[in-house]
C-alpha cells in the first residue's frame, strides 16, 4: 500500500516541503499517480528517513519513527483485511439469501407436484361405485327354484 505525501510526512514526522523538496531532488523515489499526486513506497520512505535522520534526535527516537512506520503500515493492513472480510461476508449472505428462495421455490414446486400426483392418479383408476355382479344359481337351484 502506498503513501501520499501527507500520509508520508506524518508517518516521518517531517514536513510535506521536506519530503517534496527530497522527491523532487531524487533522494528518494516515488511514482505519481493519475491525478498528479505522490505515491511513496513505505520501504523507500524507511530508507530515506534512515539515510537523512532528524539532527538533534537520538537514536531510540529513530526506532520509534520505524515503530510507528510499521504499526501504520500494519493498521492499514488490518483496515484493508476486515473490508475484504466484510465483503465476503455480504457475498456469502447474499448467496445465502438466493439459496433459501430457491429451497422455497422447490418446495412450492414439490408440493404441486405432489398434489397433480393425486389427482392423475385419481384419474387413472375407476371411481365408479361397482354394481353387484348377479351370483351364478347352479342349474338345479334354478331348476327347483
Known amino acids: ?21 527530497a522527491l523532487n531532488s531524487g533522494a528518494m523515489s516515488a511514482e505519481k499517480d493519475d491525478s498528479g499526486r505522490w505515491q511513496i513506497d513505505p520501504s523507500e520512505l524507511s530508507r530515506w528517513m534512515f539515510a537523512n535522520p532528524v539532527s538533534g534526535r537520538p537514536e531510540s527516537q529513530q526506532e520509534t519513527l520505524l515503530e510507528t512506520y510499521e ?7 488490518v483496515k484493508m483485511l476486515r473490508e475484504q472480510v466484510a465483503a465476503l ?6 448467496e445465502r439469501g438466493q439459496l433459501v428462495d430457491q429451497i422455497e421455490d422447490l418446495r412450492v414446486r ?11 392418479n385419481a384419474l387413472l383408476t ?20
Not at 504499526?71 to 493492513?77: D, G, H, Q, R, T
Not at 348377479?134 to 327354484?145: E, N, T
Open 1 to 21: 500500500m502506498k503513501l501520499t505525501l501527507g500520509q508520508a510526512a506524518k508517518t516521518a514526522k517531517r514536513s510535506k516541503g521536506t519530503l517534496s523538496k
Open 71 to 77: 504499526n501504520s503500515a500494519l493498521s492499514v493492513e
Open 89 to 94: 461476508v455480504a457475498e456469502r449472505d447474499r
Open 110 to 120: 414439490l408440493d404441486g407436484a405432489e398434489t397433480e400426483r393425486v389427482r392423475l
Open 126 to 145: 375407476d371411481q365408479r361405485e361397482k354394481a353387484e355382479v348377479p351370483v351364478k344359481r347352479s342349474f338345479w337351484s334354478r331348476l327347483v327354484g
